[in-house]
């Protein structure tokens, strides 16, 4: 079985700080892990992914993400944060093992608040 | 490119009534999904196809039906709504080969 998990329904930051929105992990195998980003009224959008390869991973918007086998976690980061990046983020999770389809199990969302 | 497609944006229902839930993508994918998405429970896999004519349950399946006549649509129906399934409804979409979700604007659905 795979699951998500974000421990912080909100997070908020000042802008120009740095910012992190946390996600954890399970799964049998070895993990595909995404994140992605929802502004009011829109649907998903991808930010970033993790497959295979070096662990931190660079995606739009200046964001990144650093995969921790040992820790399973998967933490969305950006070292300067706008005001314009407050929105919902989802962490989502696939399972190398899961069978066909390519089901992704979402976390339940971290909404980011990014204040003047 | 269009993308993902869903149609309507809103619908308001009345206990035990019936509706679709149109979902078309552009893009040539294989897969396709439904998902509800309910505040503090994120998104939770409704229904999926692998391809035209398949589908699969996913984690929350009961209540809805879907089918994919054609490769490009994949439709969500409710027989008898009920009002635990007022939700906002995400399609999505991908390649066989690839992981990246395509997701629809959603459609807000109310049962009252």
């Known amino acids: 079985a795979q699951s998500v998990a974000q421990p912080e329904d909100q997070v908020n930051v000042a802008e120009g700080n740095p910012l992190t929105v946390k996600c954890t992990y399970s799964?049998?195998?070895?993990?595909?892990l995404f994140w992605y980003v929802q502004y009011p009224n829109r649907g998903l959008q991808f930010l970033l992914k993790y497959i295979t390869g070096d662990n931190l991973v660079k995606g739009s918007y200046g964001f990144e993400a650093e995969f921790n086998k040992s820790q399973t976690s998967f933490h969305l980061k950006k070292p300067s944060a706008l005001v314009s990046d407050s929105a919902l983020y989802f962490c989502a999770v696939r399972d190398e093992l899961t069978g066909g389809g390519n089901k992704l199990t979402f976390g339940t969302g971290t909404q980011l608040k990014v204040e003047l | 490119n269009a993308g993902v497609t869903q149609t309507p944006k809103f619908r308001v229902l009345k206990t035990g009534q019936s509706m679709t839930l149109l979902c078309a993508q552009d893009?040539?994918?294989?897969?396709m999904y439904w998902y509800r998405q309910d505040p503090g429970m994120g998104l939770r896999l409704i229904h999926y196809?692998?391809?035209?004519?398949?589908?699969a349950k996913g984690e929350v399946p009961d209540g809805y039906n879907v089918s994919r006549l054609k490769k490009q649509n994949f439709l969500l129906g409710l027989e008898s709504a009920a009002p635990s399934q007022t939700s906002v409804y995400f399609c999505?979409?991908?390649?066989?080969?690839?992981?990246?979700?395509?997701f629809g604007a959603g459609s807000r659905l109310t049962v009252l």
């Open positions: 999505a979409s991908t390649g066989s080969g690839a992981n990246v979700l395509t």
């Open positions: 799964v049998s195998g070895n993990p595909y």
């Open positions: 196809s692998v391809g035209e004519g398949t589908t």
């Open positions: 893009m040539n994918h294989e897969y």
